[in-house]
């Protein structure tokens, strides 16, 4: 069986690590680190992404990814108390209301506050519960005495500095993680609870593995370039929960086909085969509104076949919920294809 408390304290980690689109570089390293702990080749491309080779029994290369970075936001302009700020990727803004965040400095300082609506007070602004929630109408209210522009600025706060939104990691004793960017830290977790898993197990992969650790997916193009060698790729990243769709928060969830268009046809019926083979806990489905990994190297010209998997994720893009079940399909599933 995998390793619940090392996945489960890995996920809990690393998605303490504030890591929006472009942002990635503290949580490559603690990547980097816990693959040198099983004696792993770890390179990082020019763009920061991480890749991790696992040696097979023979030369033919399958990929693996998932990715690191969240959702978040930048700080677009500075007013005489508060910021205002654009996104980075696309979260429900309307959860964000109320969210604490940080924001980080470009010379490394740390400061938090509160994203909220410009009318946050119900005892003074008529359009307090009906005003859109959205960039343009929230800002960030700082914990710090500021009352100018200017004292914001002798803070070191610019425009361009990075905003993170905490995620509010809870695991409960029934076995749900509940928390933001599940979409994918949880899934850089599954993957490291692979390999913890054949390492135990003393298992050879049969192809070599090359495990992708993108930085940039949730803006597009996280693994738009990927290791020419890769001929199969796999994207481990959350599965869809919701109207018209058949996976649960228990399931492993293998998708078709997405917005970028159908996932490889023969890829997609093996790991179905294997899911019901190994008796595992799955759904195929449709995501009307998705793009993966393998979409972005899909786009980037790279010559491979492609398929998408993941442990079925609910609220996707606001507060996210999964459970550990959905976790240990995909864990499973991953390793009977590798073997």
């Known amino acids: 069986m995998p390793n619940k408390k090392y996945i489960l304290d890995l996920a809990k980690e690393i998605l303490s690590i504030p890591s929006p689109s472009g942002y990635c570089k ?22 920061g992404n991480g890749i991790i080779t696992i040696p097979g029994k023979d030369d033919y290369v399958v990929g693996l990814s998932a990715h690191v970075d969240t959702l978040g936001a930048m700080v677009r302009s500075i007013s005489s108390t508060t910021l205002k700020f654009t996104s980075i990727g696309g979260p429900i803004w309307a959860t964000m209301d109320g969210e604490y965040c940080q924001i980080h400095t470009r010379d490394g300082k740390t400061y938090t506050g509160t994203i909220l609506s410009t009318s946050p007070a119900a005892h003074v602004y008529k359009d307090a519960n009906s005003k859109d929630r959205k960039p343009e109408s929230m800002e960030i209210r700082l914990d710090e005495v500021v009352k100018s522009k200017e004292d914001i600025e002798k803070l070191g706060i610019e425009v361009g500095n990075f905003i993170s939104i905490d995620p509010k990691t809870t695991i409960t004793e029934s076995g749900f993680i509940k928390s933001r960017f599940l979409d994918d830290k949880v899934n850089v977790a599954s993957l490291f609870g692979m390999i913890e898993y054949i390492t135990r197990n003393k298992i050879t992969p049969k192809h070599t593995i090359k495990i992708v650790i993108s930085t940039f997916e949730e803006v597009g193009h996280g693994s738009s370039w990927i290791p020419e060698d890769i001929e199969e790729f796999i994207a481990v990243d959350m599965g869809c929960i919701g109207s018209d769709l058949t996976c649960t928060e228990y399931d492993v969830s293998i998708c078709a086909k ?32 998705y793009g993966s990994d393998v979409s972005a190297a899909l786009r980037g010209g790279n010559n491979i076949k492609g398929a998408l998997i993941g442990p ?28």
């Open 258 to 289: 997405d917005s970028s268009g159908p996932y490889d046809y023969d890829m997609t019926s093996k790991l179905v085969e294997l899911a019901k083979k190994n008796k595992l806990k799955y759904a195929c489905d449709i995501y009307p509104y």
């Open 26 to 47: 503290k949580v490559i390293e603690r990547i980097e680190t816990e693959a040198k702990k099983f004696n792993l080749k770890f390179e990082r491309t020019p763009k």
């Open 312 to 339: 079925g994720v609910h609220a996707s893009h606001g507060m996210e919920r999964t459970h550990y079940d959905a976790i240990e399909n995909t864990i499973k599933l991953l390793v009977e294809y590798i073997k």
